[in-house]
């Protein structure tokens, strides 16, 4: 099934709202690389919130100086301001006739100013334990906030039955 709502379908935002760890998939001067890191969605909590513009977007901290920082700063300073990179999320230790999990791909940049303050907001009440620990939330405060905006996803729900797919693509501007 695919999708070409301006939102992605009901279903897909719960998946994304289901998970916290993503695989994010990028390639840098030594080749494609993957690496895990939590994430939090932006935009409306009610996945079945009013049609309209499309604001879904993933949250994810990572420090400029890891290989994956590095590769994205690489990519946005190279195509002015935006990363390409793919992704997967899904639960560990399910068995197959149950298996859901997401696909996507999309675009990457850092976030500043005001962008990054309602960002950190939205990352801190997906993960409150941040704020409650003084060292980790110095930490964290002094790394960078990124956005991953997907422009494709696609849900897998074996649940539904053995290779379901709910696929959305984001209209073009």
């Given at each position: ?8 379908p009901r ?8 998970h ?36 879904t ?11 994956h920082?590095?590769?994205l ?9 935006e990363?390409?990179v ?14 859901t ?7 990457c940049r ?15 009440e ?8 003084d ?8 790394t960078?906030l990124?956005e991953l ?8 729900d074996?649940?539904q ?6 696929e ?6």
């Amino acid at each position: 099934m695919s999708d070409t709502e301006q939102r992605p379908p009901r279903e897909i935002r719960a998946a994304l709202d289901a998970h916290s760890t993503l695989t994010l998939a990028y390639a840098d001067e030594d080749g494609p690389q993957a690496c895990a890191v939590l994430y939090a969605l932006a935009g409306p909590a009610d996945p079945a919130g009013p049609p309209g513009d499309d604001d879904t977007a993933l949250l994810f901290v990572t420090s400029a100086t890891t290989r994956h920082g590095r590769a994205l700063v690489a990519a946005e300073t190279g195509s002015g301001g935006e990363a390409r990179v793919a992704f997967t999320a899904q639960r560990d230790g399910q068995v197959w006739t149950a298996l859901t999990g997401l696909q996507g791909r999309g675009t990457c940049r850092r976030l500043e100013g005001a962008e990054r303050e309602a960002g950190w907001r939205a990352y801190s009440e997906r993960f409150p334990y941040v704020d409650h620990n003084d060292r980790l939330r110095q930490a964290m405060e002094r790394t960078d906030l990124w956005e991953l905006r997907p422009d494709w996803l696609r849900l897998i729900d074996n649940g539904q039955g053995f290779g379901h797919k709910t696929e959305w693509t984001r209209p073009a501007a």
